[in-house]
């Protein structure tokens, strides 16, 4: 694998500490984006710079993650949001009542939606704007 792979999936799978290191080496030139991964050394690396890159969010990273509400017995609302907090924030506003639960899942998990499979990562990329409601599940048959 090359650098430039690692470096987008970092990006990609929103993994701020490794992408903003790599942008570090990059930048300082200790690596290039065509570079094998074993060439990255992140002794290299300045930390103190990297820990300041992370704190001012210089590749402007804004997590959203999917959060499970349970409404009722079998009806949940699945909200993408920054937060657990802001997922049950957003659901008192939107609801006007308190969920029972609220559970984080995986952004990979996979969803049937129409005559497709969908995982919410992709689903994500629907929306424009967070906190939001990504869809809802009835449970039957309890």
């Known amino acids: 694998m090359i650098v430039k792979d690692l470096y987008l999936d970092s990006i990609r799978f929103e993994e701020s500490s490794l992408a903003h290191y790599i942008h570090h080496l990059l930048e300082e030139g200790r690596i290039s984006l065509d570079d094998n991964i074993s060439k990255i050394d992140f002794d290299q690396a300045d930390h103190w710079k ?23 017995q079998n009806e949940f609302v699945f909200i993408f949001a920054e937060s657990e ?16 639960s609220c559970h984080e899942y995986s952004l ?11 995982s919410f990562r992709e689903m994500r990329k629907e929306f424009m704007g967070f906190p939001v409601v990504a869809g809802y599940f009835e449970r039957v048959g309890t």
């Open 50 to 72: 990297v820990a300041e890159m992370i704190e001012n969010n210089v590749l402007s990273f804004h997590k959203v993650g999917i959060y499970s509400l349970k409404m009722n």
């Open 85 to 100: 907090q802001k997922a049950i924030k957003f659901y008192i506003e939107t609801f006007r009542h308190a969920p029972l």
């Open 108 to 118: 990979d998990f996979e969803i049937v939606r129409g005559h497709g499979v969908i």
